[in-house]
């Protein structure tokens, strides 16, 4: 019966073997077998957008592969982001500077959206932000923030000396 | 929302697959970027006794050029549109067109002939397979064959594949070039179903005095993507123009049939389905000089 596989990957660097059921998904996988439960699971359908890693260097819903396709293929998560000594990444602190978030369970997603646009384009227009943003559902901020985030993180890697002007809400 | 018990075969050759899904007869999914069939799995809206995943076969990530236009294998994702300069050069409506299908982290996985395979009405690749006028090409155990884009899609996810064979390749035919595109939807969000969409092409003569071809193909309007060919014949010979577009959209709004559900009823759907008409056949005029 082919219903039981091991597996090989690598995921923030670090090289992984299991035996999975063929059909665990790769966020189940992630979070159950790996431990790295930083991958949020929200719809299991492709919608939300909070399971979103990168494989092979491409933003994929890690709900819809199965473990088992990602069988040799190298992986990052949002545990891949910060440094090993625990120093946010970039990204990761422009959205802590800019309220990028509120309960946090679709920040996973977006974080690794956002560190795959800035790396393919370092200098996006609030319309591209818009655009790779889109395929990730937030129930707390209403966007703005987010959008702030990504461009506080943008000009951040790209060197340029902006302090974030955290301004408190007025509620 | 786990998928059901299923066994899994990732062959490594188009005939191994072939294989298996003959030995399963009936009892399988085919699955390429899984961006339609992992969450009809997840949902257990479907329980196929066999995934034969074709991810692992090699040599289906081609696009190459073929005699009349681009040949696109079966391992291609959809964001390659976007990449591949081979789209860019002959196919800009394929390019314009492109970001309209879901979103990036879809785009990287979903496969341009998976979604021709799955045949969803709303969505956009069937539309512009019907559009362009593309062939698909089935493999089976008894060799391959070829379906013109009018015998291919049957009814709501249904196409004429036979449960034995697999679409290995989409071949589009590179429309004339002085055809002028132009791509539209209507969705409540961008990069959801489209709730009416369009893909319009339009051609004058030299003079540019009077339309010579008109391409005017719907989606999310029907159990397939449905060309109007009334409207595209009635728009030969006359002036490109507000008269001849608005008689265009009269014939679409009143042709179209499409269901009520949901997210819009039919009368709006008619609706936008002719005011789409009239804004993507000026869009592509502009493009050909026209205001």
Redesign the interface.
């Known amino acids: 019966?082919?219903?039981n596989?091991t597996i090989q990957l690598r995921v923030n660097g670090v090289d992984h073997e299991g035996t999975v059921e063929?059909?665990k998904?790769l966020s189940?996988f992630l979070r159950e077998d790996l431990g790295l439960c930083g991958t949020n699971i929200g719809c299991?359908?492709?919608v939300c957008?909070a399971c979103?890693i990168l494989m092979n260097g491409?933003?994929?819903?890690s709900?819809?592969?199965?473990a088992?396709?990602a069988d040799g293929m190298e992986l990052m998560t949002v545990e891949g982001l910060a440094s090993p000594t625990g120093e946010l990444h970039p990204i990761q602190q422009a959205f802590r500077d800019k309220h990028g978030l509120q309960c946090g369970f679709c920040t996973p997603g977006f974080l690794m959206?956002t560190y795959?646009l800035l790396q393919s384009n370092p200098n996006p227009s609030l319309e591209e932000i818009?655009?790779?943003l889109?395929?990730h559902l937030c129930r707390c901020t209403g966007y703005e923030d987010i959008l702030e985030s990504v461009k506080l993180a943008a000009s951040r890697l790209r060197g340029e000396n902006i302090t974030a002007q955290t301004q408190p809400k007025s509620s | 929302?786990?998928?059901?018990?299923?066994?899994?075969?990732?062959p490594r050759t188009v005939e191994e697959a072939l294989k298996l899904l003959n030995d399963n007869a009936g009892e399988c999914k085919v699955l390429s970027g899984?961006?339609s069939l992992?969450?009809l799995?997840?949902?257990r809206l479907v329980r196929p006794k066999v995934?034969i995943?074709i991810?692992r076969i090699e040599g289906l990530n081609y696009v190459r050029p073929w005699e009349k236009g681009l040949a696109v294998g079966a391992g291609v994702p959809q964001?390659a549109i976007e990449r591949d300069r081979q789209f860019a050069d002959r196919f800009p409506i394929l390019c314009e067109a492109a970001?309209h299908i879901?979103?990036?982290?879809?785009r990287?996985?979903g496969t341009i002939c998976g979604s021709v395979a799955h045949a969803d009405p709303a969505a956009e690749l069937p539309a512009l397979v019907m559009a362009l006028g593309a062939e698909m090409v089935a493999a089976g155990s008894n060799g391959t064959r070829t379906i013109p884009c009018d015998e291919f899609f049957v009814s709501f996810f249904t196409t004429s594949l036979l449960p034995n064979e697999i679409l290995t390749e989409v071949r589009f035919p590179a429309p004339p070039e002085e055809m002028a595109w132009s791509f539209l939807e209507v969705s409540r969000?961008?990069?959801d179903f489209a709730l009416v969409g369009v893909v319009a092409g339009l051609s004058l003569d030299q003079a540019r005095k009077a339309i010579t071809e008109a391409r005017l193909v719907y989606f999310g309007v029907g159990p397939t993507p449905v060309r109007v060919k009334e409207a595209e014949q009635l728009l030969v010979g006359q002036a490109p123009g507000g008269t001849a577009f608005q008689a265009a959209s009269d014939v679409v709004s009143k042709g179209l049939d499409p269901d009520n559900d949901l997210h819009a009823s039919a009368e709006y759907r008619r609706s936008v389905a002719g005011t789409l008409t009239r804004r993507s056949l000026d869009q592509a005029w502009r493009k050909l000089g026209g205001n």
């Open positions: 019966m082919a219903r596989r063929v059909r998904t189940d299991e359908h492709g957008g979103t491409e933003t994929v819903r709900c819809l592969l199965l088992v396709q959206t795959k818009k655009e790779w889109a395929g | 929302m786990k998928p059901p018990v299923f066994d899994y075969h990732d899984g961006q992992m969450p799995l997840n949902m995934i995943d991810n964001q970001r879901a979103h990036p982290q879809i990287s996985r969000r961008h990069g």
